[in-house]
Antibody
Framework: EVQLLESGGDLVQPGGSLRLSCGAS????????MGWVRQAPGKGLEWVSS????????YYADFVQGRFTISRDNSKNTVYLQTNSLRAEDTAAYYC?????????????WGQGALVTVSS | DIQMTQSPSSLSASIEDRVTITCRAS??????LAWFQQKPGKAPKPLIY???SLQSGVPSKFSGSGSGTDFTLTISSLQPEDFATYYC?????????FGQGTRLEIK
């Protein structure tokens, strides 16, 4: 059974940093693209970032503006999202998701979400 | 970026009803369209990909159609567990983009 489990969500002050982690199990992690999608309270879904199976290629939404870094450790079956210079508008549930065999940006399995709250 | 527009934004329906939700892309996306169901406090659940292919484990009461710019999600014989918010998403062009969501409520 495919499982994705996020951790690292927290309350952080504006300008602060957090590292989100997503542990994967139930599939050959090193052969799949992985991504992060976020959802602000009461709002819709918004793609944040994706990473290729090897980690060599990374992709970001424009709003990231160099503040976030996605990475992965295939030996630990874990993908990370380092978030820096956080703003109030980054407050959201951050979902880790697997890119499907069909297409990199079709996410066929999702974690339960990690809540990031940016507030003073 | 490709803009995805869903209609209606909200919809009231009764148990056993059949409903249709529409998603329009701002430019052609072939059939690279997915639908997700989301309940409050839960992660999105994939329903359909490739505009009309059911994700494994999803009941056949859900069906999708369309190609190019216009797509539909149809849910037949609504049951209480079907009342949720539904999102479309295009994955044909980078970056991937989602519709704003359609909230399906019990009448």
């Amino acid at each position: 059974e495919v499982q994705l489990l996020e951790s690292g969500g927290d309350l952080v002050q504006p300008g602060g940093s957090l590292r989100l982690s997503c542990g994967a199990s139930g599939f050959t992690f090193s052969t799949y693209d992985m991504g992060w999608v976020r959802q602000a309270p009461g709002k819709g879904l918004e793609w944040v970032s994706s990473i290729s199976p090897s980690g060599a290629d990374t992709y970001y939404a424009d709003f990231v503006q160099g503040r976030f870094t996605i990475s992965r450790d295939n030996s630990k079956n874990t993908v990370y999202l380092q978030t820096n210079s956080l703003r109030a508008e980054d407050t959201a549930a951050y979902y880790c998701a697997r890119g499907s065999p069909v297409a990199t940006y079709y996410f066929d399995y999702w974690g339960q979400g990690a809540l990031v709250t940016v507030s003073s | 970026d490709i803009q995805m527009t869903q209609s209606p934004s909200s919809l009231s329906a009764s148990i056993e009803d059949r409903v249709t939700i529409t998603c329009r892309a701002s430019q052609g996306i072939s059939n690279s369209l997915a639908w997700f169901q989301q309940k409050p406090g839960k992660a999105p659940k994939p329903l359909i990909y490739g505009a009309s292919s059911l994700q494994s484990g999803v009941p056949s009461k859900f069906s999708g159609s369309g190609s190019g710019t216009d797509f539909t999600l149809t849910i037949s014989s609504l049951q209480p567990e079907d009342f949720a918010t539904y999102y479309c998403q295009q994955y044909n062009n980078y970056p991937p983009t989602f519709g704003q969501g359609t909230r399906l409520e019990i009448k």
